[in-house]
């Protein structure tokens, strides 16, 4: 027999499922959560729930009250207490105060359309980005205009009281954190590509965490093990490996799945009325076959 204290050592598996409470759960997401359920499950480890609603602009009470009873009606059973973001803004300022102590964020006071008009000038210059450049979620990459601005004048103007936003020096954080990799179960060790997003916004006047910021930090705080989640955020992890590395957390493995796409091959979002786990329960479609039903709708 063991002694006691051997089971301490056993590592126990832990996923979650994070979604954002900015709408209503579609096929989509049945996917992932079943992924990460079953494969704790199956594993003899822990699933547990976090509602990402840091953007208090999009995510709503009552989108968060339907997400708990679709995925509950879906047979889906998660430890208690779901972590909500929005109770836990300490832990994210705290993590950005640790990045200012390092130095390895800086104010950034461009405005939306400021940024517009830099990318397009930071295009046009002789060794400025290539043109176009984009991060692999499609949004221009910034240019970097604030990260040079002199200390004193960051300092006054953010006693001045001006707009700002906390952007990552990732060029400087990658120096710092040398080669990364992480460990993705379908695509094996993958090498860390930290500038792929370029310098990212970690927080904002209003909006104390980035997802990137609160994603890292809760992926450790709630000791995840495996991250199970779609393909869409392959890339986003590689900032995410970054930030793990500067704010000296693990790095739990990652599981990216496919993604579920509609008969036009686009995937599933709000337009999707029909295919939401609301719709399929009201149409009296069974728990169990719009869990079958996912299998149907899988890209590739
Ligand atoms: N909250 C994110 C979403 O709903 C998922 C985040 C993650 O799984 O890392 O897309």
Redesign the pocket.
């Known amino acids: 027999m063991f002694p006691a204290i051997a089971r301490d050592f056993v590592a126990v598996l832990i996923t ?5 409470p ?1 709408g209503l759960l579609h096929l989509g ?1 049945v996917f ?1 959560a079943w992924q990460a359920w079953s494969l704790a499950m199956a594993r003899g480890g822990r699933f547990l729930l976090r509602l ?1 609603d840091t953007d208090t602009g999009r995510c709503r009470r009552e989108f968060e009250q339907a997400i708990l009873e679709d995925l509950a009606w879906l047979g889906l059973k998660w430890e208690e207490p779901v972590l909500r973001q929005s109770a836990h803004v300490e832990r994210y300022r705290a993590a950005l105060a640790r990045l200012q102590k390092l130095d390895l964020v800086y104010p950034c006071f461009c405005t939306r359309s400021e940024v517009r008009r830099e990318i397009e000038a930071a295009a046009s210059a002789p060794h400025g980005l290539p043109e176009g450049a984009r991060d692999p979620m499609g949004s221009p990459i910034y240019p970097g205009t604030c990260r040079n601005l002199p200390k004193a004048e960051r300092t006054s103007r953010i006693k001045r009281g001006d707009a700002h936003a906390w952007r990552l020096d990732s060029a400087l954080a990658a120096e710092r954190s040398g080669i990364l990799t992480w460990e993705d179960e379908k695509a094996g060790v993958v090498t860390a590509e930290p500038l792929t997003f370029g310098d990212v916004v970690l927080a904002r006047k209003g909006t104390p965490t980035s ?1 990137h910021l609160a ?1 890292v930090v809760d ?1 450790a705080f709630q000791e995840i093990s495996l ?1 199970v ?2 393909d ?2 392959f890339a ?1 992890t590689h900032i995410h490996r970054l930030l793990q590395a500067v704010l000296g957390l693990p790095s739990p493995v990652y599981s990216h799945h496919p993604l579920l796409v509609d008969a036009q091959g686009r995937r599933f979002a709000k337009r999707d009325k029909d295919l939401t786990i609301r719709a399929l329960r009201e149409s009296g479609v069974a728990p169990v076959d719009v869990v079958a039903m996912t299998a149907n709708y899988l890209d590739g």
């Open positions: 979650r499922f994070a979604p954002s900015t997401h992932s990402e997802y994603v992926d991250v989640r779609g869409d955020l986003a």
